[in-house]
């Protein structure tokens, strides 16, 4: 069918729905959608040109704040990737401190999301209590470094901040309380009838096209493959005995129970890594200027981030480049969409969780002669 027989609907980039400056045009016949052509770029601020003329200690700050909810990775990747370049060995108890503080930083997101998904699916009461549950994520925060989003304990070379005993404790005693909190209301995700009715065989990714069409994180993890860089062993990671959570649903109730279970999983890691945290030193000086070509990869509540960084040896990063994973997961959307109902686009595209704070690039095309 022609799309000049078609009824063209625009998504975003503001829309009561979906909190993201995102525009997708819909093609429908009738209800059903017959394709989809995403149009970004709303809030490009030009990161990695920024990154290029900071000295390279400073865009540790501004890594940082790519993304307000994953920023704590964001730092931590930094940090590692010029330790990569740098041959900089951080302390093993720094290792866990950063381990903790990332899985603090996937519980506040997977939170975040999972009251957002119950908001857009209909069930705001849900979506109140889940954010009442995720202020104690927020409160342990401020706690270990007086601020409820942005931790900014990150530091090249290990960690400014440690934890003592009064601060071990309360974390082990809220993870607890969230452990409670949690399972009030897990089940409205697993069994609740209407809830399903709207998740259940919706936006199906097929184990094939979820990896032909390279999508990263819970949306991967949901159509079967076990694929989470924490599987590399980074940090503390390869202490812990992590094991990705995978589902064969292919569904978006795959994709809900995937960050469902990694919420409860969090928790273990958070406790686990407390109660085996090394004694010694939190950081160690920097002594070299980034040198060479290094990637460095983590698992951020989305997916796989990736940063690529290039040094000669000065002060200033000849590139750094950074793919987030909505990136990669917005072309398997495209393909969950084709074939649903116009009804069905909320739950489909909350799905993927996408942030385009982290997303938003710019592409420079040059005429040939």
């Not at 060995?89 to 381990?99: G, N, S």
């Not at 601020?147 to 990150?154: E, F, N």
């Not at 993890?221 to 064969?248: C, K, V």
């Not at 290039?310 to 959307?333: M, Q, V, W, Y």
Request: some cysteine.
């Amino acid at each position: 069918m022609s799309k000049g027989k078609l009824t063209t609907i625009p998504f975003g980039p503001q829309h009561p729905v979906l909190p993201e400056a995102v525009q997708l045009q819909f093609y429908v016949d009738e209800e059903k959608i017959v394709d989809v052509l995403p149009n970004l770029g709303y809030i490009h601020r030009g990161i990695e040109k920024a990154a290029e003329l900071n000295d390279y200690r400073r865009n540790l700050y501004l890594c940082e704040r790519i993304c307000g909810i994953c920023n704590i990775i964001h730092g931590q990747t930094y940090a590692g990737l010029i330790e990569k370049m740098t041959d900089t060995e951080i302390p093993i108890r720094a290792k866990y401190l950063r381990t903790i503080w990332a899985e603090v930083a996937r519980l506040q997101s997977h939170l975040l999301w999972l009251g957002l998904f119950g908001e857009a699916v209909g069930f705001e009461s849900l979506f109140m209590k889940i954010w009442k549950d995720r202020e104690l994520v927020l409160e342990l925060t401020e706690a270990t470094n007086g601020h409820r989003v942005h931790l900014g304990t990150t530091v090249i070379g290990g960690v400014n901040k440690d934890m003592d005993g009064k601060l071990q404790s309360r974390y082990l005693k809220d993870m607890d309380i969230l452990t409670k909190e949690v399972n009030d209301w897990a089940d409205v995700f697993r069994k609740d009838k209407s809830f399903l009715s709207k998740t259940v065989g919706m936006g199906i990714l097929s184990k094939k096209d979820a990896i032909h069409s390279g999508a990263v994180g819970p949306v991967i993890r949901a159509s079967g493959i076990p694929q989470d860089m924490r599987n590399n062993g980074y940090e503390a990671y390869g202490e812990l005995d992590f094991e990705p959570i995978t589902y064969d649903t292919c569904d978006v109730q795959g994709r809900v129970l995937v960050r469902l279970d990694e919420t409860y999983q969090s928790i273990e890691l958070i406790k686990r890594a407390i109660k085996q945290l090394p004694q010694g030193p939190i950081a160690v000086k920097n002594e070299k200027f980034p040198d060479g070509e290094v990637i460095y990869r983590t698992e951020q509540p989305r997916g796989e981030l990736f940063y690529y960084g290039k040094g000669d040896g000065s002060i200033h990063l000849e590139r750094l480049r950074i793919r987030t994973p909505t990136i990669p997961n917005i072309p398997p959307l495209l393909g969950m969409l084709v074939g649903h109902n116009v009804a069905d686009i909320p739950s489909i595209v909350h799905s993927i969780d996408p942030c385009m704070s982290c997303t938003e690039r710019i592409t420079d095309v040059k005429e040939m002669a």
